[in-house]
């Protein structure tokens, strides 16, 4: 399905029918990326999994938008689709979505489920690396962003990376405590990207929140587990 939103065209998918259930991929991932988990709640609920700008076949944002600018476009794209308010699944960039919206227009989200949300970045390294070579066709700076991190995320989309600049400078820790919405953490053990203690930190700081933590497991825990997940989120929902 597409729709206009700001003159961009939006590609998502719906599924099922009842309360509506919001799905938000991480940086670098498409509406695919959360596909099966999306598929396992759609027996009961209508999800809706999404394209981000400038992700899948989604247009790309303008330059300048952050944390803010993408929750913002996703309130717009929850009341275009006239849903008002959504439980709302976010993984890693999309957890950090899911955080803003929270903390600023909590009446958008009834209850709230994060997985390895990045929700600060320690040492964004990578932006420095990318002032140096911003010169250079996108195709060639993923070449070298590859061999350098390969495990950033700028090396999966470096055509976005103004925007990438921008969110790696946000930090979202100040938001925490402004969240009153029912709240799940999951996180993997041997998460290397969105470190552990960052869990307990929105453990801590989310008072009405529960944990759940998968020893053995990374960053990718909802792509690659999706019926362990999915079992967790039933409990909680």
């Known amino acids: ?30 509406l695919y990326s ?33 944390v803010g600018e993408y929750a913002k476009f996703l309130i717009d794209f929850i009341n275009k689709l006239n849903l008002k308010s959504v439980i709302f699944f976010g993984h890693s960039f999309g957890g ?59 090396y999966r989309v470096p055509e976005l990376e103004a925007n990438f600049r921008k969110i790696v400078r946000q930090d979202l820790t100040s938001d925490l405590q402004s969240i009153k919405s029912p709240t799940l953490i999951l996180w993997g053990m041997k998460d290397k990207q969105t470190p552990i203690h960052h869990a307990y930190e929105l453990h801590k700081k989310i008072k009405n929140s529960q944990l759940k933590i998968f020893p053995e497991i990374g960053h990718n825990l909802p792509l690659q587990h999706s019926q362990t997940v999915y079992q967790e989120i039933k409990k909680f929902l």
């Open 34 to 66: 959360l596909q099966i988990l999306a598929q396992l709640f759609s027996t009961k609920y209508m999800t809706i999994t999404i394209d981000l700008p400038g992700f899948g076949l989604s247009d790309k944002p303008d330059p300048e938008w952050g």
């Open 96 to 154: 950090a979505l899911g955080i803003f919206i929270a903390a600023n227009y909590p009446n958008y989200i009834k209850k709230l489920i994060l997985c390895a949300a990045s929700y600060k970045r320690n040492s964004p390294k990578t932006t420095k690396m990318s002032r140096l070579f911003s010169w250079l066709p996108p195709q060639l700076k993923k070449i070298i962003y590859k061999i350098f991190f390969p495990h950033s995320d700028l």
């Open 1 to 30: 399905m597409k729709l206009d939103l700001y003159g961009k065209t939006i590609n998502y998918q719906i599924s099922g029918t009842g309360n509506p259930f919001l799905f938000v991929h991480g940086w670098g991932g498409n």
